[in-house]
């Protein structure tokens, strides 16, 4: 599937991410994600709920490092993995978060080459760490609104053949199939196993 390209086409607004999390994450493939115009197609996403043990906001316990995720939908949760990288997620509707895993290169190569070093092309954004790094993304950017820049997302055009499996990296709820991709892509984190949800 071709990212879109045309000018014209509207961004997505904060009532795209007030719904579920695993229904927003699933229909964030294939959409175009840009941090000061650069960036690329979103192919790997994972559904973090607060109902599931893996989850920041599990049991309502807030923290200043999880604020963001019990704020509005629509909004960013930027957080430091293990002490070593950033990580992007979407907030979605009921304390629900969408993880950006992957994406495919689109816009600002030159810059993300500069930020990520002599990498190959597929590995400029596979995986969050990389990712947040390729796109200069910090916990600055920490509740910030989707909709306003820096951040610029476009929809999805057309249909995604969409791959489903379990999340990667954690240690509760490990088999949750929450994890979604794009099918077909080689700038995924990981490879699925061959089932299409």
């Given at each position: ?110 810059a993300m080459q500069a930020r990520r070093g002599p990498v190959k092309p597929n590995q400029l954004c596979a995986g969050p760490g990389r990712l947040t790094q390729a796109l200069g993304i910090t916990g ?58």
């Amino acid at each position: 599937m071709a990212p879109p390209t045309r000018k014209s086409q509207p961004a997505l607004r904060r009532d795209f991410f007030a719904r579920d999390a695993l229904s927003v994450t699933r229909d964030l493939i294939g959409v175009v994600l840009l941090v000061d115009g650069v960036g690329g197609m979103i192919v790997e996403a994972e559904a973090y709920d607060p109902t599931d043990p893996a989850s920041h906001s599990y049991g309502g316990r807030r923290t200043p490092r999880n604020e963001s995720m019990f704020g509005p939908a629509g909004q960013s949760y930027v957080y430091r993995s293990y002490g070593v990288h950033w990580c992007l997620n979407f907030v979605c509707g009921g304390g629900g978060a969408a993880l950006i895993r992957a994406l495919e290169p689109i816009a600002g190569l030159d810059a993300m080459q500069a930020r990520r070093g002599p990498v190959k092309p597929n590995q400029l954004c596979a995986g969050p760490g990389r990712l947040t790094q390729a796109l200069g993304i910090t916990g600055a950017l920490d509740g910030k609104p989707l909709d306003r820049a820096p951040f610029l997302l476009k929809p999805r055009t057309g249909t995604a053949e969409i791959l489903v499996g379990p999340r990667i990296g954690i240690t509760r709820a490990v088999e949750l199939p929450w994890r979604f991709g794009m099918a077909g892509s080689r700038f995924v984190s990981r490879r699925f196993a061959p089932k299409i949800g």
